[in-house]
């Protein structure tokens, strides 16, 4: 496989359950990104990670915890969410992070439905 | 805060026509500006980026002009055909930064 990958495609919780996003890159980056896109909002940027080093958190909410075991895979870790949270969740890599000419690569995103 | 955002939220262009997505951006510090398309079920792709120190770029179909003394930036497709349809979002960037997002502009392609 190439480029980014993210499982699963579709996922539907309720607010008690406990589930995981995962994201793979096959690009030889060192950075990795999660986003969340909703609608009628532009990308908002959760989490970023550089060599497996947590670099910026912006302000989310601890029921969601990322994990970056190794450069190549990113996970994020969902509990208790809210039916606000549902959204298309974006994986993104990019040969390093917070530099100038930054092209991050997308996964196809896992579409999330809280109930 | 500083911001990126697009003037238009729908843009309907007739098959082979030119299509011209505009974006404003208001941190006068970027430097680096990138536009991704985004197509239905599929997360963004990279079409072409400019650095601030140019004001055109050209690719395959597509042109990005640059602006710096308004702070506009506009993504130029020619021959438009039905798959160009999809979001178009534009990002800036300046060093020791991540990108920032516009809000996105959809572009509907009639046959």
Same mark, same amino acid.
């Given at each position: 496989?190439?480029?980014?990958?993210?499982? =699963?495609?579709?996922?539907?919780?309720?607010?008690? $359950?406990?589930?995981? +996003?995962?994201?793979?890159? %096959?690009?030889g980056?060192?950075?990795?990104?999660?986003?969340?896109?909703?609608?009628?909002?532009?990308?908002?940027?959760?989490?970023?990670?550089?060599?497996?080093?947590?670099?910026?958190?912006?302000?989310? =909410?601890?029921?969601?915890?990322?994990?970056?075991? $190794?450069?190549?895979? +990113?996970?994020?870790?969902? %509990?208790?969410?809210?039916?606000?949270?549902?959204?298309?969740?974006?994986?993104?890599?990019?040969?390093?992070?917070?530099?100038g000419?930054?092209?991050?690569?997308?996964?196809?995103?896992?579409?999330?439905?809280?109930? | 805060?500083?911001?990126?955002?697009?003037?238009?939220?729908?843009?309907?262009?007739?098959?082979?026509?030119?299509?011209?997505?505009?974006?404003?951006?208001?941190?006068?510090?970027?430097?680096?500006?990138?536009?991704?398309?985004q197509?239905s079920?599929?997360?963004?792709?990279?079409?072409?980026?400019?650095?601030?120190?140019?004001?055109?770029?050209?690719?395959?179909?597509?042109?990005?002009?640059?602006?710096?003394?308004?702070?506009?930036?506009?993504?130029?497709?020619?021959?438009?055909?039905?798959?160009?349809?999809?979001?178009y979002?534009?990002?800036?960037?300046?060093?020791?930064?991540?990108?920032?997002?516009?809000?996105?502009?959809?572009?509907?392609?009639?046959?």
């Open positions: 496989e190439t480029g980014v990958t993210q499982t =699963p495609r579709h996922l539907v919780m309720g607010m008690t $359950n406990k589930k995981s +996003l995962k994201c793979e890159q %096959h690009l980056h060192n950075a990795m990104y999660w986003y969340k896109q909703s609608a009628k909002k532009p990308l908002e940027l959760m989490f970023v990670y550089s060599l497996e080093e947590r670099v910026e958190n912006n302000s989310v =909410p601890s029921r969601f915890s990322p994990e970056c075991p $190794n450069s190549s895979h +990113l996970f994020l870790h969902l %509990h208790t969410l809210q039916p606000e949270d549902s959204a298309l969740y974006l994986c993104a890599s990019s040969q390093e992070a917070g530099t000419a930054n092209v991050l690569t997308f996964g196809a995103g896992s579409r999330l439905t809280v109930l | 805060g500083e911001s990126v955002g697009l003037h238009l939220p729908t843009l309907s262009v007739q098959e082979g026509d030119n299509s011209i997505i505009n974006c404003a951006y208001s941190n006068s510090a970027s430097d680096y500006f990138i536009w991704y398309k197509e079920g599929k997360g963004p792709q990279f079409i072409i980026d400019i650095r601030s120190n140019m004001d055109k770029r050209q690719g395959q179909r597509v042109t990005v002009l640059l602006n710096k003394t308004v702070k506009h930036l506009s993504l130029q497709i020619a021959a438009t055909q039905p798959g160009d349809s999809a979001v979002f534009c990002a800036e960037n300046n060093a020791g930064n991540m990108l920032t997002f516009g809000g996105g502009t959809r572009l509907m392609v009639k046959p």
